[in-house]
């Protein structure tokens, strides 16, 4: 086995008739450090097929991992986890193949651009900074000005369909 094992030899795959591997690879360590808050975490799961055709070798993989994220309201790390396919085609012409490239943009692509740690999540009092989703605060909820400004622009009747008829 090579240091890489995302490395493999054109020539060993051709003789074979192809090759399916199963590889469990360190997530950090394969997509290192990213410019958002986001982490990747724990291990990645390649599940990776290499079939041999007229004169390319190609690969199937499809792969799981999961990221670790801050919510996009509470700012809470949480887990988002995924699983992605690829699909990627190599001439005989190399001797070697490296699928890191690959498999790293799957990765990437996977990484949302915003995430919240629940659906419902009630993210952050603006006032005093409690986690909502923790406990409730005793801040009054405040409207602020520029919404109640934006009431008084609105007409007669849309005002009186925003009222609850009593
Ligand atoms: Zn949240
Ligand atoms: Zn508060």
């Known amino acids: 086995m090579s240091e890489n094992p995302l490395r493999f030899d054109v020539q060993d795959i051709r003789e074979q008739g192809g090759l399916s591997v199963s590889l469990d690879l360190d997530a950090e360590r394969l997509l290192g450090p990213q410019k958002e808050l986001a982490v990747p975490e724990g291990r990645i799961r390649l599940e990776a097929e ?31 986890e995924y699983a992605a396919s690829l699909e990627e085609t190599y001439p005989f012409t190399e001797e070697h193949i490296d699928i890191a490239g690959c498999v790293r943009e799957a990765a990437l692509l996977e990484l949302p651009p915003w995430s919240l740690c629940r659906p419902d999540c009630r993210g952050l009092c603006p006032k005093c900074g409690t986690n909502l989703n923790d406990r409730p605060c005793s801040c009054k909820p405040e409207e602020p000005a520029q919404f109640e400004a934006l009431r008084k622009l609105k007409t007669p009747k849309e005002k009186q369909d925003a009222e609850p008829k009593t």
């Not at 007229?54 to 670790?68: E, H, I, P, V």
């Open 50 to 80: 290499f079939s041999v055709g007229g004169n390319t070798l190609l690969l199937q993989a499809r792969l799981q991992g999961a990221w670790k994220l801050p919510c996009r309201r509470c700012l809470v790390e949480h887990r988002r």
